[in-house]
């Protein structure tokens, strides 16, 4: 059994959910603090890639980055590289489309937070950068996490954005969702459930285990009470 697409996939989750974990944090902070008429034109902007269909995702990024295109045939004629059909150009496609459910977690994650902690840190000058990491981040930490394996289980069964513009090639752009694809096409049932089950496995485990750190928060926020 060729173990790329595994390999292939988990690198691209991992790649893409830090990128994600950057944006979307800062993203909903920043927005958070902005009046109301700005706050939710950007709101639908950024959430915008949640509910369009990922074809349509990847037709936009097609737009973007092809070959013939603005900013693809300005990196291919000074670098000398495609921003197509590579295995990292499935990591553009996996940071659109997982990028709203860190975004709107984080951001409900943010506007639950109670604004008087932050005020009193600043009483005691303390400045806002530590406020954030040490006084916000805590307080938020399990709507964080809770993004971060939302985006993560996104990004490692993205398909139809992923294989417009990364493709499918065994051993160099392919997925465990665009192996699925092309076994079920070739009539490989075998194959494809093998890989079915492999995902079922990882996104499982991913959310048993935000499940039990929010269940050891709790705990551990009661018996601090």
């Known amino acids: 059994m060729d173990w790329f697409p595994l390999y292939n996939s988990l690198r691209i989750a991992a790649i893409s959910t830090a990128a994600v974990f950057i944006l979307g944090l800062f993203s909903a902070y920043y ?23 990922p074809t349509v995702v990847g037709w936009l990024l097609l737009l973007l980055l092809g070959p013939r295109r603005p900013l693809g045939a300005w990196v291919l004629e000074v670098f000398g590289t495609k921003m197509v059909m590579t295995w990292w150009s499935a990591v553009f496609a996996t940071v659109v489309v997982s990028f709203p459910l860190m975004y709107r977690t984080a951001r409900g994650a943010f506007e639950s937070f109670d604004t008087t902690l932050s005020d009193a840190g600043r009483t005691l000058g303390l400045s806002n950068t530590y406020i954030f990491w040490r006084v916000r981040m805590p307080f938020c930490r399990e709507g964080i996490l809770a993004g971060m394996v939302l985006s993560f289980t996104r990004a490692l069964g993205e398909y139809g954005a992923t294989s417009m513009i990364a493709g499918y090639t065994p051993g160099r752009t392919a997925t465990i969702s665009t192996a699925v694809y092309q076994f079920w096409r070739t009539n490989d049932d075998v194959s494809a459930t093998r890989w079915v089950l492999v995902n079922i496995a990882i996104s499982a485990v991913f959310l048993l285990a935000i499940n039990l750190l929010e269940s050891r928060d709790r705990r551990v926020r009661k018996g601090g009470r």
């Open 31 to 53: 927005v958070a603090k902005l009046p109301r008429l700005v706050k939710g034109t950007l709101d639908v902007l950024l959430t915008l890639p949640l509910v369009l269909p």
